[in-house]
Structure formats: C-alpha cells, structure tokens
C-alpha cells in the first residue's frame, strides 16, 4: 500500500525558508522509475507543479522558482525533503507530495499517488 | 497563466455526458501522454486518466480520455452528483522540462 504524508510548518514568516517534509511508504525511491514530485494548491486557485527528483537522484524545477527550490531525497528514511528560501504571502498554498509513475528518459509520467497536503501560510 | 487551457466551468444534468477540454502545444501535449486528475471539495487530487486514456484500477469507465494533436478530452457520462469536482490536466512538457497543468475545470451537476 503506497502513501505519502507532508509534514512542515503550518506559519511561516516573510523572508524566510521553508523546509518541508514528505515521508513515504509501499515503495523505493531506489527502484528504476521511481519518482517524487511536490505540487502547491494556493487557496481557491490551481494546481501549479514545484519539483521532482527520480531514483537516479535526477532532479527537475519549475522554471518561474528554480532559484528558489531545492529538492532532495534521502531514501534510507524513504523521505523526499523541499526547501523554498526568500518566502512571500502570495506562497500562502497547500503543498502536496505525490509520487510519479511513468517517467521515461525525455520525461512524461503522471502523479497516482498523493498525500493529503499540508497548509503553509506566510504571513508576519 | 497556466501553459494547458481548460474551460473554467462545465455543468450538465444528472445522467448526462460532459466533455473538458485541454488544449496545449507542440512542445506538452502533441509529443507527451496527458493525464487526468479530479478534487472533490477539500480533498488532494485522485488520477483519473493517464497515458492519454487509460483508466487506473478502480476507476469506472464512465470516465475516459482522448487526445488529438495538440488538445486532449475528459468524457464523463452518466453524471452524477458526485462528480462535481475540479477536474485538472497535466503532462510533461518537453521544452520547459517541467510538469504543466491546466488551470482546472469545476465540473457543476444541476
């Protein structure tokens, strides 16, 4: 049984950096193909993808944050960890954690299983 | 301003059959698979579709997907309350080597 589950701060201030946290299970991060994406939901608005990184230790951004993200895996501890610097109330969303099958070498997959999001507000 | 458009709003009686559509570009849709993702209130997205048309396990095939070029189509039939939702696309889009998704379509049954 696969599941993800994003753990961080709820409150974050103005400036800051955010570290958040997905911690998995029922699968590998160091099996071929595996991969863990994060995806952010601002209140009432869409879905807006973040970042990836594959069992190869391969890692993607957005383009609009790239210089703010960083992504990286620690799969002893089957957790895929997120930090965003620098962060501003218009970051005010609910980060999501979901796992992505269907990668190929030119890219491609799909997200089929997500955790259930974690709310972060920036405010002071 | 999301890469992928989709209609902003649907809505179709109970029982009846609802299109949304995805429309993108060379560089996502016409050279990569599209997938599918619906979020009833309150709740993460659920994949619906992927590899264009392919249900997930469990998935009743009321639900289906197309593509065609550049575009790519979610058919509900059978509409239910329960499928009011916002329902989203995405795919990988090759030039940006970044995941893109639509700006998401809220599904309302009358």
């Known amino acids: 049984q696969v599941t993800l589950r994003e753990s961080g701060p709820a409150l974050v201030k103005p400036t800051q950096t955010l570290t958040l946290t997905c911690t998995f299970s029922?699968?590998?991060?160091?099996?071929?193909?595996?991969?863990v994406s994060w995806i952010r939901q601002p209140p009432g608005k869409a879905l807006e993808w973040l970042a990836l990184i594959d069992w190869d230790d391969d890692k993607y951004y957005s383009t609009s944050l790239k210089t703010r993200l960083t992504i990286s895996k620690d799969t002893s501890k089957n957790q895929v960890v997120l930090t965003m610097t620098n962060m501003d109330p218009v970051d005010t969303a609910t980060y999501y954690c979901?796992?992505?099958?269907?990668?190929?070498?030119?890219?491609?997959?799909?997200?089929?299983?997500w955790g259930q999001g974690t709310l972060v507000t920036v405010s002071s | 301003q999301s890469v992928l458009t989709q209609p902003p709003s649907v809505s179709a009686a109970p029982g009846q059959k609802v299109t949304i559509s995805c429309s993108g570009s060379s560089s996502n849709i016409g050279n990569n698979y599209v997938s599918w993702y619906q979020q009833l209130p309150g709740t993460a997205p659920k994949l619906l579709i992927y590899d264009n048309n392919k249900r997930p396990s469990g998935i009743p095939d009321r639900f289906s997907g197309s593509k065609s070029g550049t575009s790519a189509t979610l058919g509900i039939t059978g509409l239910q309350t329960g499928d009011e939702a916002d329902y989203y696309c995405g795919t990988w889009d090759s030039s940006l080597s970044s995941v893109v998704f639509g700006g998401g379509t809220k599904l309302t049954v009358l």
């Open positions: 029922g699968f590998s991060l160091s099996t071929s193909g595996m991969c």
């Open positions: 979901a796992r992505i099958l269907g990668r190929t070498a030119v890219g491609g997959g799909y997200f089929d299983y």
